[in-house]
């Protein structure tokens, strides 16, 4: 019997990781939904509910289940950017860059995290942390050179001189 409801739980995490591979958001909620007690999976349960709802918007519910995953894994960076995107789109900048902090202590060499603290320092208004991270991510990896101009987190700093001469530098 113990055997068959692991089997179960598995069946039901696998595809509602397969439904979000494939943008189904509410099917993948549907699977979960079907689990009563995730037992040792409950990382894994409370990430992929948490990426199921940040696909329909639903950021408050989504930084829940994300901050349920952060409490068992502290350091897991899927949970860490979860919750600092979840913080942004509820106006919490703030908790935002807080947290994209703290994964940037436990993941120093991951490029999109000092991207992303660029971003939100950009969008802050803290033009001198939003270039001085910026420019390490780009360091790290030119692939972020190519986003820039679309990022509209950057809005406020397109006509800076300091900005413009940071891309010049890394191009």
Not at 23 to 43: S, V
Not at 54 to 64: F, I
Request: include cysteine.
């Amino acid at each position: 019997m113990i055997f068959d409801a692991s089997r179960r739980l598995k069946r039901r995490m696998e595809a509602a990781q397969g439904y979000l591979m494939l943008d189904l958001a509410d099917q993948a909620l549907r699977e979960l939904d079907e689990i009563d007690d995730a037992g040792e999976q409950a990382f894994h349960f409370h990430l992929l509910r948490g990426e199921a709802l940040r696909a329909k918007s639903e950021h408050r519910r989504a930084l829940d289940q994300f901050l349920m995953a952060h409490a068992i894994d502290p350091k897991d960076l899927n949970a860490l950017m979860g919750m600092a995107w979840c913080y942004k789109r509820i106006d919490r900048l703030d908790q935002s860059i807080d947290t994209l902090r703290l994964a940037y202590e436990s993941h120093p060499k991951v490029p999109v995290v000092l991207y992303n603290l660029a971003c939100y320092y950009s969008l802050a208004g803290d033009k001198e942390q939003a270039l001085s991270w910026l420019g390490r991510a780009l360091r790290m990896d030119r692939s972020f050179l190519k986003l820039v101009p679309h990022e509209t987190d950057f809005a406020s700093l397109r006509d800076d001189p300091d900005f413009a001469h940071l891309l010049e530098l890394t191009e």
